[in-house]
Protein backbone atom coordinates (compact mmCIF):
# COMPACT_ATOMS: atom_id res chain seq x y z
CA UNK A 1 0.00 0.00 0.00
CA UNK A 2 1.72 3.38 -1.46
CA UNK A 3 0.76 6.74 0.57
CA UNK A 4 1.30 10.31 -0.88
CA UNK A 5 4.20 12.27 0.57
CA UNK A 6 0.94 14.95 0.80
CA UNK A 7 -1.46 12.73 2.79
CA UNK A 8 1.66 12.06 5.53
CA UNK A 9 2.15 15.87 5.45
CA UNK A 10 -1.10 16.58 6.28
CA UNK A 11 -1.55 13.82 8.79
CA UNK A 12 1.53 14.49 10.52
CA UNK A 13 2.73 17.92 10.47
CA UNK A 14 5.84 19.02 8.53
CA UNK A 15 6.94 21.43 5.62
CA UNK A 16 7.21 19.37 2.66
CA UNK A 17 10.07 20.56 -0.67
CA UNK A 18 9.21 18.14 -3.06
CA UNK A 19 5.92 16.66 -4.61
CA UNK A 20 3.00 16.06 -2.76
CA UNK A 21 1.99 13.54 -5.43
CA UNK A 22 5.39 11.06 -4.67
CA UNK A 23 4.06 7.69 -3.26
CA UNK A 24 6.08 5.96 -0.54
CA UNK A 25 4.83 2.50 0.48
CA UNK A 26 7.21 2.21 4.02
CA UNK A 27 10.08 3.76 5.73
CA UNK A 28 13.69 2.20 6.45
CA UNK A 29 17.05 3.57 7.60
CA UNK A 30 19.14 5.76 5.55
CA UNK A 31 21.37 2.94 4.55
CA UNK A 32 18.13 0.26 3.39
CA UNK A 33 15.65 2.41 1.88
CA UNK A 34 14.50 2.47 -2.11
CA UNK A 35 13.55 4.70 -4.09
CA UNK A 36 9.80 4.21 -3.23
CA UNK A 37 10.79 4.20 0.87
CA UNK A 38 10.90 7.07 2.99
CA UNK A 39 13.65 7.60 5.53
CA UNK A 40 15.06 9.67 8.66
CA UNK A 41 18.26 11.70 9.93
CA UNK A 42 18.10 12.57 13.35
CA UNK A 43 21.51 11.96 14.59
CA UNK A 44 23.40 14.48 12.54
CA UNK A 45 26.31 12.63 12.59
CA UNK A 46 25.10 10.73 10.16
CA UNK A 47 24.81 13.01 7.62
CA UNK A 48 27.13 11.52 5.11
CA UNK A 49 25.06 8.97 4.54
CA UNK A 50 22.80 10.83 3.12
CA UNK A 51 24.37 11.37 -0.42
CA UNK A 52 24.54 7.28 -0.65
CA UNK A 53 20.75 6.55 0.22
CA UNK A 54 18.34 5.90 -2.42
CA UNK A 55 14.93 6.92 -0.30
CA UNK A 56 12.43 8.57 -2.23
CA UNK A 57 12.17 11.41 0.09
CA UNK A 58 13.74 12.09 3.90
CA UNK A 59 12.38 13.12 7.11
CA UNK A 60 14.61 15.78 8.21
CA UNK A 61 15.32 18.78 10.96
CA UNK A 62 15.49 22.41 9.40
CA UNK A 63 18.68 23.12 10.27
CA UNK A 64 19.97 19.79 8.58
CA UNK A 65 18.79 20.55 5.59
CA UNK A 66 20.38 23.50 4.93
CA UNK A 67 23.47 21.31 4.20
CA UNK A 68 21.88 18.38 2.43
CA UNK A 69 20.15 20.21 -0.39
CA UNK A 70 23.12 19.82 -2.68
CA UNK A 71 23.95 16.10 -1.90
CA UNK A 72 20.42 14.78 -1.79
CA UNK A 73 18.03 15.07 -5.03
CA UNK A 74 15.22 13.90 -2.84
CA UNK A 75 11.89 15.55 -1.42
CA UNK A 76 12.15 16.46 2.22
CA UNK A 77 10.11 16.62 5.11
CA UNK A 78 10.92 19.34 7.56
CA UNK A 79 9.87 18.86 11.22
CA UNK A 80 11.11 20.00 14.27
CA UNK A 81 11.77 16.62 15.54
CA UNK A 82 13.30 14.07 12.84
CA UNK A 83 12.89 11.13 15.77
CA UNK A 84 9.62 11.77 16.83
CA UNK A 85 7.64 12.14 13.20
CA UNK A 86 9.25 9.19 11.82
CA UNK A 87 7.96 7.16 15.11
CA UNK A 88 4.68 8.69 14.42
CA UNK A 89 4.74 7.80 11.06
CA UNK A 90 6.27 4.17 11.48
CA UNK A 91 3.64 3.42 13.50
CA UNK A 92 0.85 4.55 10.77
CA UNK A 93 2.53 2.21 8.56
CA UNK A 94 2.56 -0.87 10.53
CA UNK A 95 -0.90 -0.28 11.35
CA UNK A 96 -1.81 -0.48 8.07
CA UNK A 97 -0.20 -3.81 7.36
CA UNK A 98 -2.14 -5.17 11.11
CA UNK A 99 -4.51 -7.69 11.30
CA UNK A 100 -7.02 -7.19 13.64
CA UNK A 101 -7.91 -10.19 16.32
CA UNK A 102 -11.23 -11.95 15.99
CA UNK A 103 -13.33 -10.45 18.32
CA UNK A 104 -14.61 -12.49 21.04
CA UNK A 105 -13.59 -15.79 23.47
CA UNK A 106 -11.24 -18.66 21.78
CA UNK A 107 -13.56 -21.88 22.58
CA UNK A 108 -9.93 -23.15 24.47
CA UNK A 109 -10.65 -20.44 26.65
CA UNK A 110 -11.59 -20.53 30.42
CA UNK A 111 -13.69 -17.85 31.42
CA UNK A 112 -14.97 -17.97 34.73
CA UNK A 113 -18.65 -16.94 34.54
CA UNK A 114 -18.69 -14.29 37.60
CA UNK A 115 -15.54 -12.24 35.40
CA UNK A 116 -16.49 -9.21 32.54
CA UNK A 117 -15.34 -9.49 29.07
CA UNK A 118 -16.34 -6.81 27.09
CA UNK A 119 -17.54 -7.78 23.45
CA UNK A 120 -15.47 -6.08 21.42
CA UNK A 121 -12.26 -7.84 23.75
CA UNK A 122 -10.35 -10.35 21.95
CA UNK A 123 -9.60 -13.69 24.40
CA UNK A 124 -6.77 -16.23 22.38
CA UNK A 125 -6.46 -19.62 22.52
CA UNK A 126 -5.88 -21.46 26.30
CA UNK A 127 -6.88 -17.86 28.13
CA UNK A 128 -7.31 -18.13 31.93
CA UNK A 129 -9.63 -15.18 33.38
CA UNK A 130 -11.06 -16.16 36.99
CA UNK A 131 -13.56 -14.56 38.85
CA UNK A 132 -14.61 -10.65 39.03
CA UNK A 133 -11.75 -10.09 36.21
CA UNK A 134 -12.59 -7.10 33.89
CA UNK A 135 -11.36 -6.55 30.67
CA UNK A 136 -12.22 -3.51 29.04
CA UNK A 137 -13.24 -2.74 25.25
CA UNK A 138 -10.91 -3.45 22.38
CA UNK A 139 -8.60 -5.03 25.01
CA UNK A 140 -6.52 -8.34 23.50
CA UNK A 141 -5.28 -11.31 25.62
CA UNK A 142 -2.95 -13.08 23.99
CA UNK A 143 -2.50 -16.66 24.13
CA UNK A 144 -2.05 -18.47 27.20
CA UNK A 145 -2.28 -15.76 29.73
CA UNK A 146 -3.68 -16.09 32.82
CA UNK A 147 -5.52 -13.39 34.43
CA UNK A 148 -6.39 -14.14 38.80
CA UNK A 149 -9.22 -13.27 40.42
CA UNK A 150 -10.36 -9.40 40.62
CA UNK A 151 -7.80 -8.44 37.37
CA UNK A 152 -9.19 -5.44 35.51
CA UNK A 153 -7.77 -4.59 31.85
CA UNK A 154 -9.24 -1.69 30.68
CA UNK A 155 -9.37 -0.41 27.01
CA UNK A 156 -7.41 -0.86 24.23
CA UNK A 157 -4.56 -3.01 26.10
CA UNK A 158 -2.60 -5.78 24.42
CA UNK A 159 -1.46 -8.61 26.43
CA UNK A 160 1.29 -11.12 24.50
CA UNK A 161 0.96 -14.44 25.14
CA UNK A 162 1.89 -16.33 28.16
CA UNK A 163 1.63 -13.00 30.63
CA UNK A 164 0.68 -13.64 34.05
CA UNK A 165 -1.40 -11.42 36.18
CA UNK A 166 -1.71 -12.01 39.71
CA UNK A 167 -4.98 -11.15 41.68
CA UNK A 168 -6.71 -7.76 42.49
CA UNK A 169 -3.55 -6.21 39.79
CA UNK A 170 -4.88 -3.38 37.58
CA UNK A 171 -3.58 -2.32 34.28
CA UNK A 172 -4.92 1.19 32.52
CA UNK A 173 -5.61 1.29 28.68
CA UNK A 174 -3.64 1.26 25.93
CA UNK A 175 -0.82 -0.69 27.61
CA UNK A 176 1.34 -3.33 25.90
CA UNK A 177 2.93 -6.21 28.19
CA UNK A 178 5.30 -8.88 26.49
CA UNK A 179 5.68 -12.72 26.53
CA UNK A 180 6.49 -13.91 29.47
CA UNK A 181 6.16 -10.84 32.12
CA UNK A 182 4.69 -11.40 35.32
CA UNK A 183 2.41 -8.99 36.95
CA UNK A 184 2.16 -9.07 40.95
CA UNK A 185 3.89 -12.03 42.22
CA UNK A 186 4.98 -12.31 45.78
CA UNK A 187 7.25 -9.58 46.75
CA UNK A 188 10.59 -10.53 48.87
CA UNK A 189 9.33 -10.45 52.19
CA UNK A 190 10.89 -12.23 55.11
CA UNK A 191 11.15 -12.10 58.53
CA UNK A 192 14.36 -13.66 60.40
CA UNK A 193 13.87 -15.63 63.53
CA UNK A 194 17.02 -17.17 64.89
CA UNK A 195 17.93 -18.04 61.34
CA UNK A 196 14.80 -19.44 59.51
CA UNK A 197 12.78 -16.96 57.67
CA UNK A 198 9.26 -16.25 57.99
CA UNK A 199 7.28 -15.06 55.05
CA UNK A 200 5.53 -11.75 54.95
CA UNK A 201 2.08 -11.85 53.27
CA UNK A 202 1.83 -9.81 50.22
CA UNK A 203 -1.23 -8.32 50.45
CA UNK A 204 -0.95 -5.17 47.80
CA UNK A 205 -0.89 -4.59 44.23
CA UNK A 206 0.26 -3.61 41.59
CA UNK A 207 -1.51 -0.66 39.95
CA UNK A 208 -0.25 0.24 36.38
CA UNK A 209 -1.24 3.22 34.70
CA UNK A 210 -2.54 4.36 30.90
CA UNK A 211 0.23 3.89 28.14
CA UNK A 212 2.40 1.88 29.75
CA UNK A 213 4.68 -0.77 28.21
CA UNK A 214 5.96 -3.08 30.02
CA UNK A 215 9.12 -6.06 28.58
CA UNK A 216 9.16 -9.46 28.40
CA UNK A 217 9.87 -11.32 31.42
CA UNK A 218 10.15 -8.36 33.30
CA UNK A 219 8.34 -8.81 36.95
CA UNK A 220 6.73 -6.31 39.25
CA UNK A 221 5.71 -7.92 42.54
CA UNK A 222 3.05 -6.89 44.19
CA UNK A 223 3.41 -4.83 47.53
CA UNK A 224 3.26 -5.94 51.17
CA UNK A 225 0.96 -4.09 52.54
CA UNK A 226 0.51 -1.08 49.87
CA UNK A 227 0.93 -1.08 46.31
CA UNK A 228 3.50 -0.90 44.12
CA UNK A 229 2.72 2.07 41.31
CA UNK A 230 3.62 2.05 37.74
CA UNK A 231 2.62 5.78 36.75
CA UNK A 232 1.63 6.75 33.47
CA UNK A 233 3.56 6.37 30.46
CA UNK A 234 6.20 4.19 32.11
CA UNK A 235 8.42 2.31 29.75
CA UNK A 236 9.93 -0.95 31.23
CA UNK A 237 12.49 -2.98 29.14
CA UNK A 238 12.69 -6.74 28.64
CA UNK A 239 14.04 -8.82 32.01
CA UNK A 240 13.30 -5.79 34.57
CA UNK A 241 12.89 -7.06 38.34
CA UNK A 242 11.01 -3.87 40.10
CA UNK A 243 10.63 -4.66 43.77
CA UNK A 244 7.60 -4.43 46.01
CA UNK A 245 6.33 -1.14 46.97
CA UNK A 246 7.82 0.45 44.40
CA UNK A 247 6.52 3.96 42.88
CA UNK A 248 7.71 4.46 39.87
CA UNK A 249 6.92 7.80 38.45
CA UNK A 250 4.75 8.92 35.41
CA UNK A 251 6.78 8.63 32.11
CA UNK A 252 10.40 7.38 33.52
CA UNK A 253 12.13 4.66 31.13
CA UNK A 254 13.99 1.64 32.09
CA UNK A 255 16.16 0.03 29.48
CA UNK A 256 17.17 -3.74 30.09
CA UNK A 257 18.00 -5.68 33.04
CA UNK A 258 17.46 -2.86 35.92
CA UNK A 259 16.79 -3.94 38.99
CA UNK A 260 15.09 -1.53 41.76
CA UNK A 261 14.74 -2.89 45.42
CA UNK A 262 11.68 -2.80 47.62
CA UNK A 263 10.13 0.45 48.30
CA UNK A 264 12.10 2.47 46.29
CA UNK A 265 10.83 5.92 44.83
CA UNK A 266 11.39 6.74 41.74
CA UNK A 267 10.26 10.66 40.18
CA UNK A 268 8.63 11.53 36.74
CA UNK A 269 10.71 11.49 33.55
CA UNK A 270 13.53 9.46 34.96
CA UNK A 271 15.80 7.35 32.74
CA UNK A 272 17.71 4.28 33.41
CA UNK A 273 20.37 2.62 31.26
CA UNK A 274 21.00 -1.42 31.13
CA UNK A 275 21.88 -3.13 34.24
CA UNK A 276 21.53 0.20 36.05
CA UNK A 277 21.00 -0.97 40.26
CA UNK A 278 18.64 0.99 42.99
CA UNK A 279 18.75 -0.30 46.15
CA UNK A 280 15.67 -0.63 48.05
CA UNK A 281 14.28 2.51 50.94
CA UNK A 282 15.70 5.38 48.14
CA UNK A 283 13.85 8.61 46.57
CA UNK A 284 14.80 9.48 43.07
CA UNK A 285 13.56 13.07 42.21
CA UNK A 286 12.07 14.18 38.68
CA UNK A 287 14.44 14.32 35.82
CA UNK A 288 17.41 11.89 36.88
CA UNK A 289 18.95 10.26 34.48
CA UNK A 290 21.57 7.07 35.69
CA UNK A 291 24.32 5.55 33.47
CA UNK A 292 24.18 1.85 32.37
CA UNK A 293 25.65 -0.58 34.87
CA UNK A 294 25.34 2.25 37.65
CA UNK A 295 24.84 1.21 41.46
CA UNK A 296 22.33 3.96 43.21
CA UNK A 297 22.53 3.71 46.70
CA UNK A 298 21.80 6.63 47.88
CA UNK A 299 18.57 9.06 47.88
CA UNK A 300 19.06 11.73 44.56
CA UNK A 301 17.85 14.52 45.43
CA UNK A 302 18.46 16.70 42.13
CA UNK A 303 17.83 16.59 38.82
CA UNK A 304 21.09 15.44 36.62
CA UNK A 305 23.06 12.49 35.26
CA UNK A 306 24.14 10.37 37.54
CA UNK A 307 26.77 7.58 36.93
CA UNK A 308 28.58 4.87 39.35
CA UNK A 309 30.77 2.83 37.65
CA UNK A 310 34.22 2.15 37.68
CA UNK A 311 35.79 1.84 34.06
CA UNK A 312 36.36 -0.93 32.22
CA UNK A 313 40.11 -2.08 32.21
CA UNK A 314 42.28 -5.38 31.65
CA UNK A 315 41.69 -7.82 34.51
CA UNK A 316 45.42 -7.53 35.85
CA UNK A 317 44.85 -3.61 35.33
CA UNK A 318 41.70 -3.89 37.69
CA UNK A 319 43.27 -5.91 40.18
CA UNK A 320 46.25 -3.59 41.00
CA UNK A 321 44.02 -0.86 41.19
CA UNK A 322 41.62 -2.39 43.64
CA UNK A 323 44.78 -3.29 45.97
CA UNK A 324 45.51 0.42 45.62
CA UNK A 325 41.51 1.52 46.74
CA UNK A 326 41.76 -1.44 49.27
CA UNK A 327 45.20 0.09 51.02
CA UNK A 328 43.23 3.64 50.81
CA UNK A 329 42.50 4.62 53.84
CA UNK A 330 46.29 3.52 55.76
CA UNK A 331 47.56 5.65 52.48
CA UNK A 332 45.48 8.94 54.05
CA UNK A 333 46.58 8.45 57.31
CA UNK A 334 50.60 8.48 55.96
CA UNK A 335 50.10 11.33 53.88
CA UNK A 336 48.49 13.34 56.98
CA UNK A 337 51.08 12.66 58.64
CA UNK A 338 53.77 13.57 56.55
CA UNK A 339 51.91 16.91 55.49
CA UNK A 340 52.28 17.60 59.59
CA UNK A 341 55.94 16.94 58.59
CA UNK A 342 56.54 19.10 55.97
CA UNK A 343 53.80 21.69 57.65
CA UNK A 344 56.48 21.35 61.15
CA UNK A 345 59.89 22.23 59.35
CA UNK A 346 58.82 24.62 57.37
CA UNK A 347 57.73 26.61 59.65
CA UNK A 348 60.98 26.06 61.62
CA UNK A 349 62.94 27.04 58.26
Not at 91 to 120: E, M, R
Not at 143 to 157: M, N, P, Q, T, Y
Not at 219 to 238: C, F, Q, W
Request: net charge negative; with cysteine; proline share 4%.
Amino acid sequence: MSIRLGELVDRFGGQLIGSPDLAVTGIAPLSDAGPDQLSFLSNSKLRGQVALSKAAALIVSNQDHAGLIDSYPGAFILVDNPYVHFARVAQYFASLHAVAPAKGIHPSASVSPHAHVDASASIGPHVTIEAEAVVGPHSVIGAGCFLGRGVSIEADSLIHPNVTIYDYCSVGSRVIIHSGAVIGADGFGFANERGNWIKIPQTGRVLIGNDVEIGANTSIDRGALADTIIEDGVKLDNQIQIGHNCHIGAHTAMAGCVGVAGSAKIGKHCTFGGAAMVLGHLSIVDNVHISSGSMVTRSILEPGQYTGFYPLAKNADWEKTASIVRNLSSMREKIRQLEKIIKSLTEKS
